[in-house]
């Protein structure tokens, strides 16, 4: 009897161990909005890796999750566009970082709206939705700081239909030829 006890309390902490790291490094999100049309829908359900960041750094092209900025409520999904550093402009209809045009397959239509060159403060994200004209972000004067980050999209896994892997669009590829 004094076995079964034994193996049932290490089943149960076993499991304990396996559910606790679990949540602390996978975590869902459901799309809310259409600011991330046409790659992201409202009720689109994402498995968002919350670990991925303690090994390496948010790039650009990565879709993250994160907490609203300022008095806003709930999380936010985004693309970063620019990171710690960098200058970003929006004009002609198109993002620059570093003075080089972006080429952007994924949003919806091109920006329709200005910014004026600005640096990226330190410890701080720049993002944009992919439907640039339907989207609070960062072209509205505010940044996500780093310690807002939640996780990186990894996997879409509802509906059906979307279940894939999240791509991801680095900085070499959507650099545009001058």
């Not at 902490?13 to 679990?22: D, G, N, Q, S, T």
């Not at 600011?35 to 650009?60: C, D, I, T, W």
């Not at 709206?113 to 330190?122: G, K």
């Not at 972000?137 to 996780?151: A, C, L, M, Q, R």
Request: aromatic letters at 12%; charged letters at 25%; glycine letters at 6%.
């Amino acid at each position: 009897m004094k076995a079964f006890f034994r193996e049932f309390l290490i089943t149960i902490a076993i499991a304990a161990v396996i559910c606790i790291a679990f949540q602390s490094t996978l975590q869902t999100f459901i799309v809310v909005m259409t600011s991330m049309e046409p790659n992201f829908h409202e009720g689109q359900r994402l498995l968002v890796n919350k670990a991925v960041y303690f090994f390496e750094e948010p790039e650009r092209g990565d879709v993250i999750i994160f907490k609203a900025p300022g008095n806003r409520q709930g999380d936010y999904i985004k693309r970063i566009i620019a990171l710690p550093g960098d200058n970003v402009e929006i004009k002609d209809e198109a993002v620059y970082i570093d003075g080089s045009r972006l080429d952007e397959p994924y949003i919806m239509s091109p920006p329709g709206y200005t910014l004026a060159e600005q640096e990226v403060p330190e410890c701080s994200y720049f993002v944009l939705g992919d439907n640039r004209n339907n989207s609070d972000d960062s072209h509205h004067g505010w940044y996500v700081p780093e310690d807002n980050i939640i996780g990186k999209a990894w996997l879409s896994i509802w509906p059906p239909d979307k279940w894939e892997v999240v791509p991801d669009y680095r900085l070499e590829e959507q650099l545009a030829s001058s």
